[in-house]
């Protein structure tokens, strides 16, 4: 009995002190950005436990039930309804094409009849890749900025570049016109919090790139403070849909599409089984996200479909 008791208060802590303290303690830090389904896996003992020995079989299934919760496997949102025109967007690290080939990859992304092709990594690592790969994707304006890449079917109003401090990367702003109307769009890949350096015991080197990411997000609101209208983020943004980053980037750009329109826990990233690829939009609602199977990079695709929304 007691087993059980302590592990379903252990789930509790866990989600709590992952989605508040968050980032701002290491250890804290650890439990937000740990794969969830370590949760999950540790509430096994304790349920074979109650069940071997008939005792403790409801904090038992809680913990379980907590866990699997809180790795998003019950996450569940009908596809929204309505009418008027729709807005494809997609977010894709392409591992700067070392798994696939121009052809198959334009081919995969002209096949999703996407509006708006949100690209990481797209420093393609053979020299010809980049324009054998934009020549089998017609109709699309480019822009670029470092290694992300946007490409839309949409009027391109203009783009620009922002550095992203603590390592090399930009951040890519284009202004695009949608029905008519003025839409900021965001391409963002954020740096890693290198948590994988505690097993080594560089603490120094965790609270780094912690700090880095910090002042990364201090970039993306200071761009959603200044942009007018509607305004969509996409990217890999390396953070877990939970602690102060994941907050702070929803209350400048406005929700998460897989919040509010997906199914299931929407892993992106599959070897880890984490969601760290987003697309968050103000003043646009979200009907459907997909994170869709394929094999062409260590990432996988999030396709979302938006409507206008309406002001009250």
Same mark, same amino acid.
């Given at each position: 009995?007691r087993?059980?008791?302590?592990?379903?208060?252990m789930?509790? /802590? $866990?989600?709590?002190?992952?989605?508040?303290?968050?980032?701002?303690?290491? &250890?804290?830090?650890? /439990?937000?950005?740990a794969?969830?389904?370590?949760?999950?896996?540790?509430?096994?003992?304790?349920l074979?436990?109650?069940?071997?020995?008939?005792q403790?079989?409801?904090?038992?299934?809680?913990?379980?039930?907590?866990?699997?919760?809180?790795?998003?496997?019950?996450?569940?949102?009908?596809d929204? $309804?309505?009418?008027?025109?729709?807005?494809?967007?997609?977010?894709?690290?392409?591992?700067g094409?070392?798994? $696939?080939?121009?052809?198959?990859l334009?081919?995969? /992304?002209?096949?999703?009849?996407?509006?708006?092709?949100?690209?990481q990594?797209?420093?393609?690592?053979?020299p010809d890749?980049?324009?054998?790969?934009?020549r089998?994707?017609?109709?699309?304006?480019?822009?670029?900025a470092?290694?992300?890449?946007?490409l839309?079917?949409?009027?391109?109003?203009?783009?620009?570049?922002e550095?992203?401090?603590?390592?090399?990367?930009?951040?890519?702003? $284009?202004?695009?016109?949608?029905?008519?109307? #003025?839409?900021?769009?965001?391409?963002?890949?954020?740096?890693?919090v290198?948590?994988?350096?505690?097993?080594?015991?560089?603490l120094?080197?965790?609270?780094?790139?912690?700090?880095a990411r910090?002042?990364?997000?201090?970039?993306?609101?200071?761009?959603?403070?200044?942009?007018?209208?509607?305004v969509?983020?996409?990217?890999?943004?390396?953070? #877990?849909?939970?602690?102060?980053?994941?907050?702070?980037?929803?209350a400048?750009?406005? &929700?998460?599409?897989?919040?509010?329109?997906?199914?299931?826990?929407?892993w992106?990233? &599959?070897s880890?089984?984490?969601?760290?690829d987003?697309?968050?939009?103000r003043g646009?609602?979200?009907?459907?996200?997909?994170v869709?199977?394929w094999?062409?990079?260590?990432?996988?695709?999030?396709?979302?479909?938006?409507?206008?929304?309406?002001?009250?």
């Open positions: 009995m087993f059980a008791w302590m592990t379903l208060l789930v509790c /802590l $866990t989600w709590a002190l992952g989605e508040w303290p968050a980032e701002r303690t290491l &250890p804290t830090l650890l /439990l937000a950005y794969p969830p389904l370590l949760w999950v896996l540790a509430t096994l003992p304790a074979a436990w109650a069940l071997w020995r008939g403790g079989r409801r904090p038992a299934l809680a913990a379980v039930f907590l866990a699997v919760w809180g790795a998003g496997l019950l996450h569940w949102r009908a929204a $309804t309505g009418t008027g025109p729709t807005l494809r967007v997609v977010t894709f690290n392409v591992l094409g070392a798994r $696939t080939t121009p052809d198959r334009a081919g995969r /992304l002209r096949a999703l009849n996407a509006d708006v092709l949100l690209l990594e797209s420093r393609f690592v053979q890749f980049r324009m054998a790969f934009l089998a994707l017609p109709g699309y304006a480019v822009a670029e470092g290694e992300v890449m946007t839309t079917r949409l009027p391109l109003l203009g783009s620009r570049s550095a992203l401090p603590g390592n090399h990367r930009k951040l890519l702003v $284009t202004r695009l016109k949608w029905r008519g109307e #003025p839409l900021t769009v965001v391409n963002a890949h954020l740096g890693t290198q948590v994988s350096s505690v097993l080594t015991g560089d120094a080197r965790v609270r780094r790139t912690r700090d910090a002042g990364q997000v201090q970039v993306l609101r200071a761009v959603a403070q200044t942009a007018p209208g509607r969509l983020l996409g990217g890999d943004l390396n953070t #877990p849909p939970r602690g102060q980053v994941y907050r702070d980037l929803r400048a750009f406005g &929700p998460d599409a897989h919040d509010l329109a997906g199914r299931g826990p929407g992106t990233f &599959p880890l089984h984490v969601r760290i987003h697309l968050m939009g646009l609602r979200p009907t459907r996200t997909q869709l199977p094999a062409l990079s260590d990432h996988r695709p999030l396709l979302a479909e938006y409507r206008m929304e309406q002001p009250d």
